[in-house]
């Protein structure tokens, strides 16, 4: 990434009289030594008149005759220039040897990317995913080495899962801390992805420390994009995308489910298509942007519109950015002022649409009117449903005649001051805010029967409301000074104060009992009858107390020789979530590189870097209050009973991280490797503590619980393999791989993770033992034999007895095994560039290896259970006729390795010539999601890195997630899409 | 530069005023400690969530030990026992095999219910000790005191060796059975202000007083405790304590004024009644109003838990028990989980003409809330028509979905919602007949002793006096009366059946007498709690 570093103007006190002067024509032409350079910008000093060159590097402008002309392009030496009367002035600019190092944004500050001892990786905006991508974090999937980002399934109302070098943190918040503009916790939705320039991911705990206690699973630093100096321009980015499913898991049709012996209906219906449809997403961004030599901005707007495979899902969206950035006291105070502003209106729908679409009775006809038998359908708003089974609901009824919808205002605005004491000195406050609003409403009608309870003489339909309102304030003072130590040394030094509060209020409130459908539930809910009815209405409400961070830090980064660079940093932080005397934390780092081609001066290469670092991180508890004890109402309003046994003695949850980097380049190759080894200690989890030991009676409490240790190592290597001027093609490669295990727990072992209702209850999945790597599916192995429609099981310990039942699953001489891992073994990212004249083409290849998904829509609905035999029945290759009960084992756990083809664009630059108004055309057409190579059955065979939990309970998004037990496929996750897209942009 | 001292001071005095490094974290949401509502509960006219008195805390975790839901102390009381079972139904309620495990006693320590008990009495001990620990009234300490002794006999009766904690904080080391007993037995005589029980003791130095309330112990309910836990004396301690569990029920019979309800002294209205199903009774008499909905006044119970629809959860034998179209037998407002039946032998245990037959189950066709036959569109025998029958023709993987008598002794009301209404009876009179029969049997050696209590028992079922009587028919007798009370797994291990082979049970390992330690709890105890033998 490359930011230009604005060169400032130095006034001189020139008085300009207007009445003497005359303003006169000025042309010229502006090259490098190699030629003519189009683009750059030429302006009159101390206005706003300026202008740029053509695509010859000629210019035109009208200037008085005693005006200063200012030349500028990035990578280049800025030169001024006396009209003095001339009407041709012909400049060749120098290149800027310093402009042309990369300088990478990093804690408080930036430095030359050659100065950086730790693992950063830099993504600009040419790197970038292409296609329909509606979250920023999307933008860098499988182009970081150890960043993983999977949204399972593609729900465009879902944030994807973002783990950094895999798990740093168990019971605390394992999402990398995100920075945009430096503001420290901001929030990623508020950005549109085309607003942004260049993501930086600090990856490492020696470049993460300088944040202390959130930068334990790594940071992601967003820079957004600015306005330049020289002229207005305005730039339209448009976008439109068809996507329809991509793999569906196969069930039975209607025939075949008959002639399983399922009860056939008399209908045929194709549930899935039912409620999936062609999904249209439409992109509009527009950004205006412009400045002069003292100030700059950019102003955007976006809109965008998406809908989702599911029927009735997908959100709108409007975002606008303004980002203006100003010098003045003689160009000593720059002044920076962000404001972003972000409406979207969801249409959540009901994933279970998707859940009973697989396996809702395939001969159920749609309509009531088309039963079999006679059937009540106006009580059912029309459509038929099969009464009296547990867990099924006609799916085209849910999905039309529910309502799931949300709607979320988020505002943020930053003010950067920063202000040049002296040349080496300066000092930077930053004031920001963000405010964020959450209304979410659901309504099941009177006449639908999944959570209407049509059903029912009485109490039918449901509403409910969710409402969220968050403030975020972070205010930050800190100072750099730089300063050399004899001829050979340059030292710098950073120091400030961090202050952030979060504060937020919630409640909810659900209602039924709906005279009919006739009301807007919105606008209606006097006339639930539950407030004639005890017990039935529910709500609540939850007001945090301020919820703070404070810390204090300092930096000294060393040059020396131009050719060793030391940094170290310290900062000491606490948080108003930990107990008295535990409240504060110390978090210092160190890192050492050599260049050691300043010694070596090896032929033909530019860059042959070796840098160590090491740094603690902390992380903080996932909620408040933990050290206190607290009380929750008993349900009849007597009297409060504990929900929590408090834990005054918690404390800060620390990750220790050294890493080993080596980055090598020539002229046409580059690469990077990174070695870590991480320990996580004290990690945070809510623990069972012994039940007669609790003060409050409550037996469980977040406890200091274990030890986790991270090995990994990452790649990443391109290759220039054409560099000409008409035709280029670029490929880059790169990998991840990565083995965490639990070193210490409060328990040997443990199992996690229940599979849940109907029938597979207290069935958990994933073990966790002290030793081990984490991540195991640990469960009964099937030997492929079945016996009066059982599987029969293996006695993995040959001690000749069979003891598969799930509380033996620990046991010393229980018959269980590893299944499979959760958590693959390496990924891969590769992308291709080539560029052929006007056309370009990108393709991004990425692959998954070596772990397992338990697939649970067939543990539940392959066998071919009878007295179920109103569901459809899953029906995969692995599917055996025989098996008529369900029993969780190795049958259900699947290797789910893929590669694929995530995204093919081919671009074309129109040549417009010289258009006064035009300044450039781009059309491009994108695939996404074309095609994947696996085995796995499921619907999508990403990783899934957390446990989603068991069911979403319809309404609502689903709940909290458990990073200790990666690799469930669960029934709620969405179906994954293939989309086409075509966009256009066009510069003014 | 002056500018720059200036802007330095300013940065410093920011930095170092106390409130820029102020972490203080008050919460807003949740008391700090526990409390007393000051409004006492205006539904405790009809049954409700009982009193809102000080003592409110305790009594309502006691209410969530799980006395009649699914998951905990109940269930492990009734399905270890041959009283009914949780059947695998296909691909429904397998749930890792815990229940097929329960029945066929081959349980261990990671048994997620057998864990579930034991949680459920601490946390209510726990609640007893805060109250203990911030000081109560003499009543409302001697209430408390009984209280705790009562959960500490369920923990022996489950456990054996538990950790006594008497208040808060207290990490004593692992008791034995026998220590276990000896607190209780003290406790109890204490509260009831006496050394010993015995035919002519003197209660009238008991801070619990005879006050009537079904929700609060008074002396009558102490004295029914220690009646239980001297019938069971012999297999704590391995010496009886008959003459004394004899002594105390028959000083709450005698002296309590709790009334056995008959037809004639009972009557309630049906609040079940379907106003299309003639068969359907007006009113109930009886046995059966004692564990009806509107059971909260029923003279025959001493002490019970306060269950309720709107304002205390925790009883859920509808859902447990019936299969999910019986949803529209009585429009109940959601669907059951079709889980747990009677085992035929022991629904067949009962005689024709048993009134206590037809109140404790639910057998044969069933129709609507409008008298319709219910349908089950899933039957694949091709029988629509949802039909309990006594019969389940296996206990796993296909067990029939109608398969097996349903638990109906605690009655319906009309539109109940998942969580009942009825109360949950501790103490009541008949089970007090029945020890001090028991009790008197077997401080005698002669079971002829018990005739004159279980032919009342009997009598009021309308059935005539046990012939023969003897220790068999006795524990049939006493089983068919305290059906789904949680008595059962105790009343089979005092009698010498536990290990007998019942339906799919054939283990007989003695060791299932006691439940393991949990094995969460033996993790988290750093090696002060060591596992029961066998396991």
């Given amino acids: 990434m490359k930011i230009k570093l604005l060169k400032s103007l130095v006034v001189i006190g020139a008085f300009l009289c207007f009445g003497f002067i005359q303003a006169q024509e000025v042309t010229g032409t502006v090259s490098d030594v190699n030629g003519p350079l189009p683009g750059a910008s030429v302006l009159v000093k101390g206005t706003t008149t300026g202008t740029q060159t053509d695509f010859d590097g000629n210019f035109t402008l009208n200037a008085d005759s005693d005006a200063t002309l200012v030349f500028s392009y990035i990578g280049f030496l800025t030169q001024e220039i006396a009209v003095n009367g001339q009407s041709t002035i012909n400049v060749v600019l120098q290149e800027d040897a310093q402009a042309l190092e990369e300088v990478v944004v990093v804690g408080y500050g930036s430095q030359a990317?050659?100065?950086?001892?730790?693992?950063?990786?830099?993504v600009g905006e040419e790197e970038f995913n292409k296609g329909v991508v509606n979250d920023p974090a999307s933008l860098l999937q499988g182009k970081v080495a150890g960043l993983s980002i999977y949204n399972k399934g593609g729900n465009p109302n879902e944030d994807p899962v973002v783990r950094l070098r895999g798990i740093s943190t168990i019971g605390a918040n394992s999402e990398p801390l995100v920075i945009v503009d430096g503001v420290v916790g901001a929030s990623l939705n508020n950005v549109d992805p085309n607003d942004i320039a260049s993501i930086n991911v600090l990856k490492d705990g020696s470049a993460a420390a300088i944040y202390g206690t959130r930068g334990s699973s790594g940071v992601i630093l967003v820079t957004t994009k600015t306005g330049g100096a020289g002229g207005t321009s305005v730039d339209y980015n448009g976008q439109f995308s068809l996507a329809s499913p991509a793999r569906l898991l196969p069930v039975m049709s209607g025939d075949e489910f008959a002639a399983a012996g399922g009860v056939d209906l008399g209908s045929r219906t194709d549930w899935l298509d039912l409620v999936t449809i062609t999904a249209a997403t439409k992109i509009n961004n527009v950004a205006v942007s412009g400045g002069d030599g003292n100030s700059n901005f950019r102003v955007s707007a976006n809109f965008r519109e998406a809908q989702g495979i599911l029927y009735n899902s997908g959100f709108k969206q409007y975002n606008t950015r303004a980002n203006f950035s100003t010098r003045t006291f003689n160009d000593k105070l720059r002044i920076d002022f962000d404001?972003?502003?972000?409406?979207?209106?969801?249409?959540?729908?009901?994933?279970?649409?998707?859940?009973?679409?697989?396996?809702?009775?395939?001969?159920?006809?749609?309509?009531?009117?088309?039963?079999?038998?006679?059937?009540?359908?106006?009580?059912?708003?029309?459509?038929?449903?099969?009464?009296?089974?547990?867990?099924?609901?006609?799916?085209?009824?849910?999905?039309?005649q529910g309502t799931n919808q949300?709607?979320?205002?988020?505002?943020?605005?930053?003010?950067?001051?920063?202000?040049?004491?002296?040349?080496?000195?300066?000092?930077?406050?930053?004031?920001?805010?963000?405010?964020?609003?959450?209304?979410?409403?659901?309504?099941?009608?009177?006449?639908?029967?999944?959570?209407?309870?049509?059903?029912?003489?009485?109490?039918?339909?449901?509403?409910?409301?969710?409402?969220?309102?968050?403030?975020?304030?972070?205010?930050?003072?800190y100072t750099s000074y730089n300063t050399s130590i004899g001829e050979s040394t340059n030292l710098s030094l950073t120091g400030g104060y961090s202050w952030q509060q979060q504060n937020q209020f919630d409640y909810f409130l659900s209602a039924g009992g709906f005279p009919n459908n006739k009301l807007q539930y919105l606008n209606a809910l006097e006339w639930s009858t539950d407030l004639d009815n005890a017990g039935f209405a529910n709500y609540g409400s939850n007001n945090w107390p301020n919820d703070r961070i404070i810390a204090f830090f300092g930096r000294a980064s060393a040059t020396i020789n131009n050719a060793i660079f030391v940094n170290a940093s310290l900062r000491r932080e606490g948080s108003s979530r930990f107990g008295e005397g535990n409240k504060w934390g110390l978090f210092p780092s160190v890192g050492v590189g050599v260049d050691l081609n300043q010694y070596l001066e090896l032929n033909n290469v530019n860059l042959f870097k070796v840098r160590l670092g090491y740094g603690v991180t902390g992380a903080l508890p996932p909620t408040f209050g933990l050290s206190q004890p607290q009380y929750q109402d008993d349900g009849s309003r007597l009297s409060a009973v504990p929900s929590l046994e408090p834990n005054p003695d918690l404390k800060w949850e620390e990750k220790a991280e050294t890493n080993l980097g080596i980055e090598f380049a020539t002229n046409r190759f580059s690469g990077t490797l990174d070695l870590y080894t991480r320990d996580v200690s004290d990690f945070i989890l809510l623990a069972t503590i012994e039940t007669s030991q609790s003060v409050t009676g409550a037996n469980q409490q977040y406890q200091n619980a274990g030890k986790l240790q991270t090995k990994g190592l990452e790649l990443s290597l391109n290759y220039d393999v054409v560099k000409q001027d008409n035709l280029s093609y670029n490929t880059g490669l790169n990998f991840t791989t990565y083995k965490s295990t639990l070193k210490e727990f409060i328990t040997p072992q443990e199992m996690r993770a229940n599979l849940g209702s109907p029938g597979q209850n207290s069935t958990e999945m994933i073990r966790v033992k002290v030793g081990e790597e984490i991540g195991q599916i640990w469960g009964p192995v099937f030997t492929g034999e079945v016996v009066d429609g059982s599987q029969v099981l293996a006695d993995v310990n040959g001690d000749g007895t069979l003891n598969t039942g799930q509380d033996q699953a620990l046991a010393e001489d229980g018959d269980f095994a590893i299944l499979g891992n959760g958590i693959p073994d390496f990924e891969l990212g590769w992308s291709n560039q080539l560029t052929i004249g006007r056309f370009d083409v990108n393709a991004f290849f990425r692959g998954a290896f070596g772990h397992s998904l338990v697939n649970t829509f067939r543990a539940f609905y392959e066998p071919r259970v009878g007295s179920q035999g109103s569901y459809n029945f899953v029906n995969t290759k692995y599917a055996d006729p025989s098996i008529t009960n369900a029993q969780f084992s190795s049958l259900y756990v699947e290797k789910a390795d893929f590669f694929k083809l995530?995204?093919?664009?081919?671009?074309?630059?129109?040549?417009?010539?010289?258009?006064?108004?035009?300044?450039?055309?781009?059309?491009?057409?994108?695939?996404?999601?074309?095609?994947?190579?696996?085995?796995?059955?499921?619907?999508?065979?990403?990783?899934?890195?957390?446990?989603?939990?068991?069911?979403?309970?319809?309404?609502?998004?689903?709940?909290?997630?458990?990073?200790?037990?990666?690799?469930?496929?669960?029934?709620?996750?969405?179906?994954?899409?293939?989309?086409?897209?075509?966009?256009?942009?066009?510069?003014? | 530069m002056k500018n720059i001292r200036n802007v330095i001071m300013m940065c410093a005095g920011l930095l170092f005023s106390s409130s820029c490094t102020n972490l203080d974290e008050n919460l807003l949401g949740s008391p700090a400690e526990p409390f007393v509502s000051d409004i006492p509960s205006a539904a405790f006219e009809g049954g409700g969530a009982g009193p809102g008195d000080?003592?409110?805390?305790?009594?309502?975790?006691?209410?969530?030990?799980?006395?009649?839901?699914?998951?905990?102390?109940?269930?492990?009381?009734?399905?270890?026992?041959?009283?009914?079972a949780v059947t695998q139904k296909g691909g429904d309620w397998y749930d890792g095999g815990i229940w097929i495990d329960m029945h066929r006693h081959t349980f261990g320590p990671a048994s997620g219910p057998v864990d579930s008990a034991w949680n459920q009495q601490y946390t209510a001990i726990a609640a007893c000790n805060d109250l203990l620990a911030g000081g109560l009234d003499a009543n409302g300490e001697a209430q408390i005191r009984a209280l705790r002794a009562y959960l500490y006999y369920r923990l022996m009766d489950l456990y054996g060796r538990v950790k006594i904690v008497t208040s808060p904080g207290d990490n004593p080391p692992q008791a034995t059975r026998q220590q276990v007993f000896d607190f209780v037995e003290s406790e109890l005589l204490d509260v009831l202000g006496i050394t010993a029980v015995s035919s002519s003791m003197d209660l009238s130095g008991s801070a619990l007083g005879t006050d009537k309330n079904p929700y609060r112990i008074n002396l009558f309910a102490a004295l029914g405790i220690l009646s239980k836990v001297y019938l069971n004396a012999e297999v704590y301690t391995g010496t009886g304590r008959y003459q004394e569990a004899a002594d105390a029920a028959s000083y709450v019979i005698d002296q309590g004024g709790y009334i056995l309800c008959d037809d004639s002294n009972c009557i309630k209205p049906n609040p079940g009644k379907r106003p299309a199903v003639d068969s359907d009774p007006e009113n109930l008499t009886g046995y059966a109003t004692v564990f009806a909905p509107n059971n909260q006044d029923s003279p025959e119970i001493i002490w019970s838990v306060a269950y309720d629809g709107v304002s205390a959860a925790g009883m859920n034998f509808n859902m447990m028990s019936l299969h999910y179209s019986s949803q529209f037998t009585w429009n109940f407002d959601s669907q059951p989980w079709n889980g747990y039946s009677a085992l035929e032998d022991f629904y067949n245990s009962y005689q024709d003409g048993d009134a206590r037959k037809e109140i404790n189950f639910l057998v044969g066709p069933q129709l609507d809330y409008g008298g319709s036959a219910i349908l089950d569109?899933?039957?694949?025998?091709?029988?629509?028509?949802?039909?309990?029958?006594?019969?389940?023709?296996?206990?796993?993987?296909?067990?029939?979905?109608?398969?097996?008598?349903r638990l109906n002794k605690f009655s319906h009301r009309l539109f109940e919602r998942n969580e009942m209404d009825n109360d949950m009876p501790i103490i009541r009179l008949g089970d007090l007949y029945l020890i001090r029969a028991e009790g008197m049997a077997r401080a005698a050696g002669d079971w002829n002793m018990a005739a004159p209590d279980v032919n009342t028992i009997r009598a009021r079922a309308n059935l005539g006096p046990l012939s023969p009587l003897n220790e068999d028919t006795f524990l049939a007798e006493r089983g068919r009366e305290m059906f789904q009370e949680a008595v059962r797994r105790q009343d089979l291990i005092r009698f010498g059946k536990f290990d007998d082979p019942w339906w799919e049970k054939t283990n007989n390992d003695a060791h299932k007498a006691l439940f393991p330690i949990p094995q969460p709890q033996i993790d988290a105890s750093n090696g002060t709690l060591t596992q029961n033998p066998g396991y």
Avoid: C
């Fill in chain 2, 377 to 405: 569109y899933a039957a694949t025998d091709g029988e629509l028509e949802l039909d309990y029958t006594p019969d389940i023709n296996e206990l796993e993987p296909n067990a029939s979905r109608k398969g097996g008598a």
């Fill in chain 2, 54 to 84: 000080a003592l409110a805390p305790a009594y309502s975790q006691f209410r969530n030990a799980g006395n009649a839901n699914h998951g905990g102390y109940w269930s492990i009381q009734s399905v270890s026992s041959d009283e009914m």
């Fill in chain 1, 339 to 400: 404001a972003s502003y972000t409406k979207r209106n969801s249409n959540f729908s009901f994933t279970e649409g998707l859940r009973y679409g697989l396996l809702y009775n395939p001969t159920a006809p749609v309509l009531g009117a088309d039963s079999p038998f006679q059937f009540d359908s106006e009580t059912y708003g029309g459509y038929f449903e099969t009464l009296g089974l547990f867990d099924s609901f006609n799916p085209v009824s849910i999905v039309q």
């Fill in chain 1, 902 to 988: 995530d995204n093919l664009t081919i671009g074309y630059n129109f040549d417009i010539g010289e258009n006064k108004y035009i300044k450039g055309v781009r059309l491009n057409v994108s695939g996404q999601n074309l095609f994947t190579i696996t085995g796995y059955t499921g619907a999508d065979p990403e990783p899934q890195l957390v446990d989603i939990g068991e069911n979403t309970g319809g309404a609502f998004n689903a709940l909290g997630s458990d990073p200790l037990a990666p690799g469930i496929d669960r029934r709620n996750n969405y179906f994954s899409a293939r989309t086409y897209a075509v966009g256009l942009n066009i510069n003014f």
């Fill in chain 1, 406 to 477: 949300g709607s979320k205002d988020e505002f943020t605005y930053s003010a950067n001051f920063k202000y040049n004491l002296t040349d080496a000195w300066d000092l930077t406050a930053l004031f920001s805010q963000q405010s964020s609003k959450i209304l979410n409403s659901g309504y099941a009608p009177t006449t639908l029967l999944y959570l209407g309870n049509a059903s029912s003489p009485t109490r039918k339909g449901l509403a409910q409301l969710y409402t969220e309102e968050r403030n975020f304030k972070l205010f930050e003072l």
């Fill in chain 1, 113 to 122: 990317k050659k100065e950086i001892t730790s693992a950063v990786t830099s």
